[in-house]
């Protein structure tokens, strides 16, 4: 392994975190191992609901009085269908949009009528030729826009619509507009944005069968000369390049729109500063606490929910709210959280997460949960809302601010110069009542590998106490991290969820002191360009620092800019229960033996009474429960014998609840 100097960051933290935020890394191209799966987008009409007014569906390639318009001339959409080359079952063939590194093997859009073909602006391609080492030397090297204009659609007779379609869309530093006309296409004097990049951002997708709506009433009502634009703009650049990849598009509808119907939005509420996301959970009442959609059981903290809802629907809606509803793994309904209501929100208005922040609930047992989020009101039940989105929220001996879906995947060739550490914040600071005062314990950490991982490489994982950092001056000299260790990677680690373990030689779990810390791995790819890359989750925009990386220069930074690629690590602790100076009751003694055991042995009680027999794993897991009457000097038989080597914990309960554990190491 050759040494790496880590350049710890300073955050000068008394946990006010967010006083000052991190610089964030200008994104540069990469991987697309997977379709990133966002926020749920918006589902087109039921058949009833609306009125199809226009629409076209490219079954008979580019309509006839249809237009391109290209800057350069040559950056030009193209027409995919049954008999073309390549045809409609191949997407872009961009050197950075398929998956992997497969180049020209993208996915096409998953529309309904995909198969009478659909078009497309393959960015990545004309960039590219579809060849990583040609990358820039393309036919038509962005910056380019690409320009595909309709006919002109008539909508005199009709006082309102609203726009839809379907969409597969991939985004390095471009945007996807649609211009509207009102004079034939003379001028353009509107234009609506398709999933800017605060809902698709940098390096991210959309899934392959996105629906894009937007009502248009107030631009085209009672218009004669209609035109529609789709603009694929490729002139925003950063540093590392132009925007590229690629936009699809099919299945376009102009529709009647809907008189009752909520959706939800970002939007900046008056009074605020910055734009807030669509839907937020908020950990602990603070908005600069990591949200912890695998939050540890010995770690919980009361969860708020909070949205901004938009009145999409022509009729004014009266007590509008946000109903969570909780819902366990057997799919039965936990409890409903409700915001206070909004009296009135009047057609084409939002009502804000000042208002729409509902009651505090915390998690009682442990569990997987579900967490919806519903757009109600008067007119719009809980049962029957079509506005309903879903998040996953895990309860249990895990502790990370992932949400268990990988949306992609990021690294040591994720970046300009590549990621050599990466750190997640961990708050720690509730001890564990089982064992030694102001303790927690830690068996180990998930890490979720991409397959592109090198079995070769290694890694360090080190755990420092976050109140050690100052911001640009890092640790103060001499301190030490409470943890470290040095893991070799073989060939089970790419593609799997990987626990690297903290353990010491007797399988007891590490002990550290309550209190918050970074949790950083150090990453050592020892083959030539090797890579080591972990998979992220993207729906939850997590504060500056719950999650920092290093580049290869020694900067820190909590994220790229205009992007999630990295967000919530798949990073997971793994919290255990004590092994050690367990805390003992006044429940009289008694005696297990033999201590060390090759399985079998015995429990002998001192005083007759009800006893509750528990022996669990290292981990915490129960492995047998027993319930006992005993006289006293009465003995049980204690058979472990289908256990393997290891410690185990032995807890014993009497009827006044007093306890006790002790271990038992078994060696066969």
Known sequence: MTKNYLFILGLGLSLSLNAQNLPKLEASEDYQEIKPKLVKYQDRPESGVSTVIWSEDFANGIPQDWTQNGTPALALWEYRGPNTTPPDSVGSRGCWAGPNQSGNLGSPISSPTRSNGFMIFDSDYLHSDGDRATNGQGTVPAPHIGRLRTDTIDLSAHNGAELGFYMYARRFQSAWY?????????????????????????????????????????????????????????????????????????????????????????????????????????????????????????????????????????????????????????????????????????????????????????????????????????????????????????????????????????????????????????????????????????????????????????????????????????????????????????????????????????????????????????????ATDGVIRFANSANWNQPSYASVFQNSNGSWFSGFSNSTTFEAPHYRLIVANPTINLRESDLETFSVYPNPTSGKGFIEFDRPGQYSLKVQSIRGELLMSQTHNLNAKEKIELNLTHLPNGIYLINITDAEQNSKTVKLSIRK
Request: hydrophobic content about 35%; glycine content about 8%.
């Open 178 to 526: 649609v211009a509207i006309s009102t004079d034939g296409g003379a001028t353009f004097s509107d234009t609506v944005e398709a999933f800017p990049a605060n809902e698709v951002p940098v390096n991210s997708s959309t899934p392959s069968n996105a629906y894009y709506r937007t009502n248009i009433s107030s631009i085209v009502a009672n218009q004669s000369e209609v035109v529609l634009e789709f603009i694929f703009d490729g002139t925003v650049s950063n540093s590392n390049g132009s925007g590229r990849y690629y936009w699809m598009i099919d299945d376009i509808e102009l529709l009647t729109p809907p008189a009752n119907l909520l959706t939800f939005v970002r939007a900046t509420a008056p009074g605020t500063t910055g734009e807030a996301p669509a839907h937020d959970v908020i950990f602990d009442g603070d908005g600069s606490y990591p949200k912890y959609m695998h939050l540890a059981g010995k770690q919980k903290v009361p969860i708020t929910f909070d949205s901004n809802i938009y009145n999409y629907g022509t009729n004014a809606q009266t007590n509008v709210q946000l109903a969570v509803e909780v819902i366990d793994a057997n799919n039965n309904l936990v409890t409903t959280v409700l915001s206070p209501p909004v009296a009135s929100l009047n057609a084409y208005d939002t009502a804000y997460y000042t208002t729409l922040t509902t009651a505090p609930w915390t998690p009682a047992i442990d569990g997987d949960y579900r967490i919806v989020y519903k757009a109600i009101s008067d007119s719009i039940s809980q049962a029957a809302t079509p506005t309903a989105d879903t998040f996953n929220l895990f309860v249990g001996p895990k502790y990370s601010i992932d949400d268990g879906v990988a949306d992609n995947y990021f690294g040591t060739n994720t970046g300009t110069n590549g990621m050599i550490a990466i750190g997640t914040l961990f708050n720690l600071e509730d001890p564990d009542t089982a064992g030694n005062q102001g303790k927690v314990y830690l068996q180990g950490i998930e890490i979720q590998m991409s397959c592109l991982t090198d079995s070769t490489a290694d890694m360090e994982i080190a755990i420092y106490d976050s109140a050690g950092f100052a911001f640009n001056a890092g640790f103060p000299g001499g301190t030490l991290p409470k943890f470290t260790r040095v893991f070799s990677f073989d060939g089970s680690v790419p593609c799997n969820l990987v626990n690297f373990s903290f353990e010491d030689g007797q399988g007891e779990p590490l002990e550290l002191d309550a209190g918050t810390y970074y949790v950083i791995a150090s990453l050592f790819p020892n």
